[in-house]
């Protein structure tokens, strides 16, 4: 498999990026060459280091309140990873576990979950998000259950359909068949079995769960304000367009690199692990 | 046939949409934001008196599960009751007066996004890996992984502000508005003639109605070009060429036909998105529209309001997908309804 995925350039380059991206929000405090909440009042909108009136101090420029914006980015990284990881696996292990064991039973739990799911899937999410964070104002545990509400769906779906369809295969009637427990059917017959396609849901679901809380911060109502994140940067700049066209675009262009290294890398992975899906 | 599915599948509706009303109305009351205190906040010095008075004319001092069934039995008729946040307006007024932008920008970037990914998929799918192939797939990978916000504001530099060929913010020239007839700009300032406030509700449309048709014309092409690809590959297609018949009638008819069979199913999914994507588009831009409506009310702890709104996205959605099934039904006759 790794094999495979190596083979791909394009998703072996995008899965490099996204280590870099990693590594640079690990280490921001070591590698950022400014404090991200330092102010400097002398220096205020700085224009990037290659404009004639740029300042070299701030590679890419420096916000309203001076802050230098390439500092920030790094230490954005960290809070949009962060919360990426935290609330797929989180979206996964429910939606997995609700899944299979709908898929396994069927029965009166399967047909409540399905009432449940039919009812989240017509639900705007971001409304929702939006009327839990300004409730709650912005603060990280809300934003991680805003962000998980609706997320599980799809690892549901996928986990419940490809039980439902394991149920009835000749490994798990063989393993039913020698006396194995339902619990060891189901995690050590079963789950290894599906588990490349929720492996493959995971790393598309963390693409759009990074825009999803980049989002929230944009509008206000995500990651308190108090932590340098790229969405609340970009509502930063929005004031200073005229004048300052790089205080938005940079957060956003970090952004947009971020997510796209993370879907290509995804694609990747499902073309390595999912023959059929190969074109 | 075609009454019981459609009787089937509204009745299916009833439970997501109770479900969906009973998440937004908890979550809306369970939360501290208080809308006595909101709708007070700058009136200065009130007696508890008066806070009570307010209470009792909401209904707000009776049990939730009371309000609860208030709501719905008014929600069924379209009623919502009086907004908290525009006062002296009931949530129905408020609501109405939006509406026509949100869906004037809606089904604007809905036709962008369709009218692009549609011809983009096609020519894309006949050369596989060819030079257009290569670029509309890199062009559909950034429209993905692209924030709304930021494609906004980006387009908002470039042509607003550097090329100044845009505007960059609202609806239309104030000084333009046309006569009322339906609300929607576009289409009033056509039905009276007034060619001066179309160009400039067009313009208007323009910035926002690309920002968020983007991530949908991303999805419709990716649909279009791999569905394309794997009916180009059909036998009958082969056929159809080895008849004789002109390229443009294979493509065209034959295989086009088919293919779209599976992207209407994804149409219909990113046109739900499409409606949740405008409260973000709608606030970069000042469009006033129901999702700026939606987020100011939510700021406002104006329940009525967010309530209503949250039930027309959902709404929306459930019968977009209906629309998509029974479309789908249509277009393919293997497919059996009801």
Known sequence: MLKLLLANRVAAVAGLLVVAFVMVAIMAPILAPCDPNEQHPEAIRAAPFWRADGDSRFLLGSDSLGRDLLSRIMFGARISILLGVVVVLLTLLVGTGL?????????????????????????????????????????????????AFK?????????????????EADYVTAARGVGASTAYILFSEILPN?????????????????????????LGIGVPPSIPAWGTMVADGRADIASAWWIATFPGLAILTLVLAVNLFGEGLRDALDPRMRQ | MWGRFLRQRLLQLIPVLIGVSFIVFLTMHLTPGDPIEHMLGQAGRVTQEQIDELRAHYGLDRPLIVQYGLFLGNAARGEFGPSYSHHGRTVRSVVAARLPATLELTLFAFVIAIVFAIPAGVIASLRPHGLFDRLATVGALLGISMPGFWLGIVLMIIFGLQRHWLPISGRIDLALIPEYVTGVHTLDALLTANGPAFWSALKHLALPGVAMAAPMAAMVMRMVRSSMIGVLAQDYVQFARAKGLPETTVVGKHALRNALIPTVNIVALQTGLLLSGNMIIETVFQFPGLGKLAVDAIAAADYPLVQAVVLIYAVSYVLLNLVADALHAALDPRVQIA
């Open chain 1, 151 to 167: 997320g599980w769906v799809d690892f549901y779906r996928v986990a419940r359909a490809d039980v439902l369809a394991a149920r």
């Open chain 1, 99 to 147: 899944g299979m064991l709908a898929g396994y039973f069927g029965g009166a739990f399967d047909a409540v979950m399905s009432r449940i799911v039919d009812t989240l899937l017509a639900f705007p999410f971001l409304i929702f998000a939006l009327a839990i964070m300004a409730a709650t104002g912005p603060n990280l545990v809300a934003l991680v259950s805003a962000l």
């Open chain 1, 194 to 218: 599906i588990v490349p396609p929720l492996i493959v849901l995971a790393a598309l679901r963390m693409a759009i769960i990074i825009i999803a809380e980049a989002s929230l911060s944009f």
